[in-house]
C-alpha cells in the first residue's frame, strides 16, 4: 500500500472537504469574521483534516502490509486466509468475512477432492490385490501343465502393466506410504533380473553385474520397480546382437550411484531431455515395441519421492546409460535432525 | 518327507499350489475351513504352514501371532500386499519368510527348501553316488580327494543332481540357474557344462553327464 496510490484513491474525499473548508472559509470572510479567527480556523480544519486521513491511512497499511508480507512468505498461497487477522475497520469486516467464507468452501471442495483421489487409490490398490489371485493362479498352471507355456510373455506383460498402475496410484498419493531403510542393492537387482529372465534369455541378453553388494538407504519394494521399468526399456530397446546390459555402482563422497549401461539403440539428442515427461515416448516409442511413456516418468516421480536422484546419458545407436543416486546415510542422517 | 499345510482361501490357486507342490515331492494337507484356522492348522502338526493374508473370519497376521503363542513351526506368508511395512509387519509377528504374489513357482519352491534346510542345517549335503557334495563350501568329495567347483558349475550340477537319472532341459537348467542369481548366457552355459565335464573326470566321475540331442542333459 503506497501513499501515493492511497492519496489518488481518496482523491473525491480529499477535494469535496477542500471545496467545501473554502466554501466555508468564503462565507466568513462574507459575513466578516476577523480574519485572524478565520486563519486560525483554516489551519485547525487542515490539521483536522490531515490527523483524520493519516489514522485511516495507518491503520489500513499496518493491516494490508502484515497481510501481504505473511502472503509473501506462504508457500500455499490459497492459505493466506488462516494468517489474516481480524482487522477493526468496518470494510476491512466485510472483506474478512468474505473470505472467510470463500476459504470455507474451498476447504470443502479440496476435502472432497483428497477423498475421493484416497477412494480411488485405495479401490486400485484393492483392485490390484485381488487380481493378482487368478494371476497367481495363470502363472502356477503354466508350470503345472507346460502347455500352456506359451501364455508366459503375456502374463508377463500383464504383470507388468499391473505393477504400473499400483505405481501410479501410489505415486500420486499425498500421503506417505514407502519405508526407507537400509536396503541390500544387490538383493534388490537380483530381483528384478529374475523377474526378467524370460525376455533376456529370449533376446540373449548378456548380463554383467559389477559390484553392486552395497546397502543403500530406499523402499526396496519402489526400487524393485523402478529398476524393472529402467531394465524393461534396456530389454526392449536392444540390438539383435551382441545386446549387453550392464548394472554397476559408482562409490562418490556423498551418494552411491547406480548405473544401469546398455548397448541398445540408444536416445536421440533431441529426445532426451523429455524421456522422464508424462507420455513422451519419442522416435524410438514409435519403432515397434509397445510404449506408453509411463515407465521412466514414473521413475522420476517415485525417486523424487524416495530422494534420490535419476538421470539419463545417451549416444543414439551406441548407449544407454541411467543413473540412479543415493545419498549416503549422513544426509538422511542431516535431515532428520 | 515334509508336510506343507496350504492356507489359502481362493480354491483355484489352492489346488495349483497343491498340484505344485505334490509334483515336488512334498507332503501337502489343505485347510477348506477358516473358521477354527490355528487349532486347525496346529493339530495337523506340518513342518511349514503357507499362510496368505487376506483370509475370511481371521486374517493371516492375527492367524501367524495365535500360531506363534503356541508353535515354532515355520510359516511362510503369501501375499498380494506388497509393501515394505506389510513385509516388516509380518517378519514382527514372527513369519519365518514372506512372498508376494503372483510368485513364480521356482521361487516359491527355493524358499520353501531353504526354509526346510534350516531345520537340517548340520546335515547341508548332498550325495551323489560315493560323492559328498558341499554347497556351502562349493566342493566335491570322493574318496579323499576334494574338488573345487566355481558358482555356476556348482548350481549346474546340483541342479542335475536334483533329477538324476532324467533328462534335464537347456531351458529348465537356465530358469533354475537364474531364479539362483547365476545370470548367465547360453555360450556360458556350454562352456561351464563342459568345464564341469573336466573336473568330474580329474576326481574319476568319466561321462556321467550326458548329452541328449535336442533334448537336454542328464546325470546318471
Not at chain 1, 470463500?102 to 472432497?112: D, F, G, W
Request: charged letters at 30%; hydrophobic letters at 40%.
Amino acid at each position: 500500500m503506497r501513499t501515493k496510490d492511497y492519496i489518488k484513491d481518496k482523491i473525491v474525499e480529499i477535494a469535496l472537504l477542500l471545496g467545501f473548508g473554502l466554501l466555508a472559509g468564503f462565507l466568513l470572510i462574507v459575513f466578516q469574521v476577523t480574519p485572524t479567527l478565520i486563519y486560525l480556523l483554516g489551519i485547525l480544519y487542515v490539521l483536522v483534516l490531515l490527523s483524520l486521513f493519516t489514522y485511516e491511512y495507518l491503520r489500513r497499511t499496518f493491516f494490508y502490509r502484515t497481510f501481504l508480507n505473511a502472503l509473501e512468505q506462504l508457500d500455499k498461497k490459497y492459505l493466506a486466509f488462516e494468517l489474516m487477522s481480524k482487522p477493526k475497520f468496518y470494510d476491512g469486516k466485510i472483506l474478512y468475512q468474505a473470505l472467510y467464507e470463500a476459504s470455507k468452501s474451498m476447504n470443502e471442495y479440496v476435502r472432497l477432492y483428497e477423498k475421493n483421489t484416497i477412494d480411488f487409490k485405495e479401490y486400485i490398490e484393492l483392485w490390484v490385490h485381488e487380481i493378482k489371485i487368478p494371476l497367481s493362479t495363470c502363472i502356477l498352471m503354466m508350470h503345472n501343465h507346460p502347455e500352456l507355456k506359451k501364455l508366459a510373455p503375456e502374463i508377463r506383460r500383464i504383470e507388468e502393466d499391473i505393477d504400473q498402475v499400483l505405481y501410479y496410484a501410489r505415486s500420486n498419493a499425498t500421503e506417505k506410504d514407502y519405508l526407507i531403510k537400509k536396503t541390500s542393492l544387490e538383493d534388490v537387482v537380483n530381483t528384478v533380473i529374475r523377474k526378467h529372465k524370460e525376455n533376456i534369455l529370449l533376446r540373449n541378453i548378456q548380463i554383467e553385474i559389477q559390484n553392486v553388494d552395497v546397502e543403500v538407504f530406499s523402499d526396496a519394494k519402489w526400487l524393485e520397480f523402478m529398476l524393472g521399468q529402467i531394465l524393461s526399456n534396456s530389454i526392449k530397446y536392444s540390438k539383435e546382437k551382441d545386446a549387453k546390459i550392464c548394472l554397476s555402482t559408482i562409490n562418490h563422497k556423498d551418494d552411491t550411484t547406480l548405473v544401469i549401461e546398455d548397448n541398445g539403440i540408444g536416445i536421440k539428442p533431441s529426445d532426451l531431455p523429455r524421456i522422464f515427461d508424462k507420455s513422451f515416448t519419442g522416435e524410438n516409442g514409435r519403432i515397434g515395441a509397445s510404449s506408453t511413456g509411463m515407465g521412466l516418468y514414473l521413475c522420476k516421480k517415485l525417486a523424487s519421492k524416495l530422494g534420490l536422484k535419476i538421470e539419463a546419458q545417451s549416444k543414439e545407436g551406441e548407449y544407454t546409460k541411467i543413473y540412479i543416486h543415493f545419498p549416503k546415510e549422513e544426509f538422511y542422517q542431516g535431515t532428520r535432525d | 518327507m515334509a508336510k506343507i499345510m496350504i492356507v489359502e482361501d481362493d480354491q483355484t490357486l489352492r489346488e495349483e499350489v497343491k498340484s505344485l507342490l505334490d509334483h515336488h515331492g512334498y507332503e501337502t494337507i489343505t485347510l477348506t475351513n477358516f473358521i477354527d484356522s490355528v487349532e486347525e492348522i496346529l493339530s495337523s502338526n506340518p513342518d511349514l504352514v503357507l499362510l496368505d493374508i487376506t483370509l475370511p473370519t481371521l486374517s493371516g497376521e492375527q492367524i501367524l501371532k495365535e500360531i506363534r503363542k503356541k508353535s515354532d513351526v515355520f510359516v511362510i506368508m503369501l501375499t498380494s500386499k506388497n509393501t515394505e511395512m506389510d513385509e516388516v509387519l509380518s517378519m514382527s509377528y514372527g513369519a519365518d519368510d514372506y512372498i508376494s504374489k503372483p510368485y513364480h513357482p521356482t521361487i516359491l519352491l527355493l524358499h520353501i527348501e531353504s526354509i526346510l534346510k534350516r531345520r537340517e542345517h548340520h546335515e547341508d549335503t548332498l550325495k551323489y553316488q560315493d560323492v559328498i557334495v558341499n554347497p556351502l563350501k562349493s566342493t566335491l568329495e570322493r574318496k579323499g580327494q576334494t574338488l573345487l567347483l566355481s558358482k555356476n558349475e556348482l548350481g549346474i550340477f546340483v541342479y542335475l543332481l536334483k533329477h538324476v537319472g532324467t533328462i534335464v532341459t537347456r531351458d529348465d537348467l537356465m530358469n533354475y540357474l537364474w531364479d539362483t542369481n547365476v545370470f548367465i548366457d547360453d555360450n556360458t552355459l556350454t562352456v561351464n557344462m563342459n568345464r564341469l565335464r573336466k573336473k568330474l573326470e580329474e576326481i574319476g566321475l568319466e561321462n556321467v553327464i550326458e548329452t541328449r540331442r535336442g533334448q537336454g542333459y542328464i546325470l546318471l
